[in-house]
Structure formats: C-alpha cells, structure tokens
C-alpha cells in the first residue's frame, strides 16, 4: 500500500513543480535557511499554498516527498514509519532532504521527527494547524526549527499573479490608477486565496466549500467536538461580525453556549485552524488585557464574502479586516506585537502596533472620509492615544486620499491603502 501511495506521490510532486508559480514575500528569506540542519516548519491554512511554496523552495535539490493528508492512507496511525522510510529511499534515492506534507495528520509526529533530524536528514515541514508553533513545536523542538508562515496572497502577490507591475509613472495616469484601485476592490471582496486569484474560481463557492472542510478537518475531526453545529454556529457568527467586539460571556448567551469554558476553546480551535484571529486591547495591565472585550479577525476577506449573511458588504469592515490580515502577513503576531486600543475617554483606535516592548504606530483605518465628523471622530481617537501612550507616529488609512493633518500639536499622514499595502514594491 504505501509503495503505491509514494509512486502516486512522487507523480503529484513532478506535476506540482511543473506548474507556473508566483514566487511569495518570504521565500528570499527562506531559501537562507535552506542549508542549515534546522528543521523548516512551514504553517499556515489549508489551501494558502504552502506545498506548493515548500516544493518550489526545494525544486534546485534532490528531495523525497511524502503527503500525510493523502485519503489512500489507510489511517495515519496504522502507517508504519520503518517501512515508509524504506519506501521513500527506493523511490528517490539517498537523498538527505525531505518533505513531509500536512504533519500534523501524523499522531506523534514529534518523535518520528526528532529521530530523523538526529540521523542527520535536512527537513521541511508543512501543516495547517497553528497550535504546531505553540505548542508541539516549542515542546519537542526547541531551537532546533525555523517556523515560516504562509498566508493567502498578499497584494504586492496578487499583482505578480496578474502580470502587473507598479510603477510611478504607471500611478499618475488616471486608467492605470483606476486598473489597481479595481484589483485591490477584488482583493477586498475575494481575497487571496492562490486559486481565486490564479484560477478565477467563484470565491463564495470555493471558499464556503473550503470553509467547511478546514472546520470539518482540523476542529471537529482533529479534536473530537461533539457539537459540531455549535462551532459552525460560532465561526459562522464570528465572521459575519468581523473587526467588532465580543466577550466570551455574552458571545456564550447568543449562542446558547452552556459553558463559557467551552466557547473559549471552541474560539481556540478556529484560531489554532488559521480561520480567525481574536486580537486583544492593548494596556500595561494584565487585568484591564483579560477583562476587555476582544475584536475578531478573519485570515482573508473571501471568507467574509463567502459567509455573508447581510446582502450588501460592509466596505469599512472589509478594509479594516484586509488591514488586519496584512499586518500579520508582514510578521506583526496578535497579542505580541498587533493589538487594539481604548482611550481613557473610550474612543477606539484598530491597531497598536508594538516593536518589542515599544509601540512605534498607532493606526486607524477608513475607507469613506467624505462625513466631516468621521474625520472628526477617527482624528480626536488618534491624538488622544497618541498622547496617552505618548506615540507620534499617527497613520489613518483611506481608501484613496493622501495629506497631512494637524491637530493638537500632533501630526497625522493620511495614506491611501495601495500606497501602504505596497510600501515595500514602490
């Protein structure tokens, strides 16, 4: 059985290399590590291409290839690894390189690792849950792996796949600027998933599919939930409420949660399985961090779109949730370095943004600044945090719309959102 199972492989393994690809942010610094005996754990949702990104960062060396999310596995645990090995080295040779796909699936993964890293085999790693990092990793693995994350396309990824380069000249002619305002609208409303953007698949249908199977496969599955319409329920809930606030007591009365205890773990495993990101307020008090009410985050904004109950979109909610999701894709972690902000007078302000212990930015996100008092509003909640926190580094970005404010001695950039998305590629 698994000699026909990596024969089968190693022709998906051909196939995928054969494939044109968009070459990712992160793979430059990857490839650095590539030599080096740590073990590469390459995490991040089902679908975001990860394969393919550890595949295309090892097409140059001989490697062996195994996928443990493979259905012709007759049960993971039953799989014997002696034999597995065996079958690898016929198949491809003494090659010291190896990919194992979707580790995860593995029950004790950790073990089987660990001995062949000890042999002297240089691996990579994929799997799609995030509790890997945390947990097992940081376990079993300690200062023995790199962890690389790999999210749906960012924007400057979303252009390569469109063949669309961003230049000066290109942005001062009104059709070019109305071509890249029009990818990043489907950007917004698809998001950046690599088969919506390279494919054209109807994202509400491919990813309400791929919602359910990553909720079906690494919560329900992956942690035995025996309620598995309450936690549909819940992610359900959690998207079509994106960026606002929840508390777990009353989140658990709208949803008939009998216990508190459960909702929680039950948020844990979305955000373990990369589909949502609780972000918490920031403050120097561990108490006032524990007793906020926390804001939710979707991992891309199709989601959102695919899941929607309302019937039209909210542009503010959906700009906001892209701002989120490509503040993480630039390497902020929610909770350590992306957190939201109360002032002493309850005005909110999206992101606080912390190098190590420092915050260096505070940042507020809105797509329509025509109302005067939402300039107002956006503008008062900047200058208060700015002073409370004693940061002069104040950024509200629109949809659009570039100038300099000044107000209360503090100054504010306005940026247009193409403008910040590609800061680096201008």
């Not at 390569?160 to 305002?181: H, I, R």
């Not at 580094?393 to 959102?417: A, C, H, S």
Request: net charge positive; hydrophobic share 40%.
């Amino acid at each position: 059985m698994l000699k026909a199972t990596v024969s089968k492989q190693k022709q998906d393994k051909e196939r995928l290399l054969s494939l044109p690809y968009i070459e990712r942010t992160k793979e430059k610094d990857t490839r650095k590590w590539l030599s080096s005996d740590l073990i590469k754990v390459i995490l991040g949702p089902r679908r975001a291409g990860k394969s393919v990104f550890a595949l295309m960062l090892l097409k140059d060396q001989s490697f062996a290839y195994f996928n443990f999310d493979d259905e012709s596995i007759p049960g993971e645990e039953k799989i014997d690894l002696d034999e597995l090995m065996t079958e690898l080295k016929l198949a491809y040779g003494d090659t010291k390189y190896i990919l194992f796909d979707e580790i995860q699936n593995l029950p004790n993964w950790e073990l089987f690792v660990n001995r062949l890293h000890r042999a002297g085999y240089n691996l990579v790693l994929t799997g799609s849950n995030a509790s890997l990092l945390s947990k097992e990793l940081a376990t079993h693995l300690t200062g023995r792996h790199i962890p690389i994350e790999i999210l749906p396309f960012n924007f400057s990824e979303i252009l390569k796949a469109k063949q669309y380069e961003v230049t000066p000249d290109k942005l001062s002619l009104p059709d070019e600027k109305a071509k890249l305002l029009e990818y990043m609208t489907q950007y917004m409303t698809s998001g950046g998933y690599p088969e919506v953007v390279t494919k054209g698949v109807d994202p509400r249908g491919y990813l309400d599919v791929l919602f359910d199977a990553v909720l079906f496969k690494d919560v329900v599955k992956r942690h035995n939930v025996r309620f598995s319409e309450q936690i549909a329920s819940l992610g359900s809930y959690l998207i079509n409420n994106v960026s606002g606030q929840y508390s777990s007591k009353k989140l658990a009365n709208i949803l008939g949660f009998k216990s508190q205890v459960t909702l929680e773990k039950y948020v844990s495993y979305l955000t373990e399985a990369y589909l949502i990101f609780p972000l918490i307020r920031h403050s120097t008090k561990a108490g006032i961090r524990l007793r906020s009410s926390k804001k939710t985050y979707v991992v891309d904004n199709g989601f959102v779109t695919a899941k929607a109950v309302q019937h039209s979109p909210n542009t503010g909610k959906l700009m906001e949730n892209l701002v989120f999701a490509e503040l993480v894709k630039k390497g902020n972690q929610p909770g350590r370095e992306l957190f939201y902000y109360k002032t002493r007078n309850d005005r909110e302000v999206d992101f606080v943004l912390k190098k190590g212990y420092q915050v260096i930015e505070l940042m507020q996100v809105c797509y329509d600044m025509t109302d005067p008092d939402v300039e107002q509003r956006e503008v008062k909640a900047l200058v208060e945090a700015g002073k409370e926190l004693n940061i002069s580094k104040l950024t509200v970005l629109t949809w659009n719309e570039k100038r300099t404010v000044e107000k209360d001695n503090m100054t504010i950039q306005f940026r247009p959102l193409w403008e910040w998305l590609l800061e680096n590629n201008l």
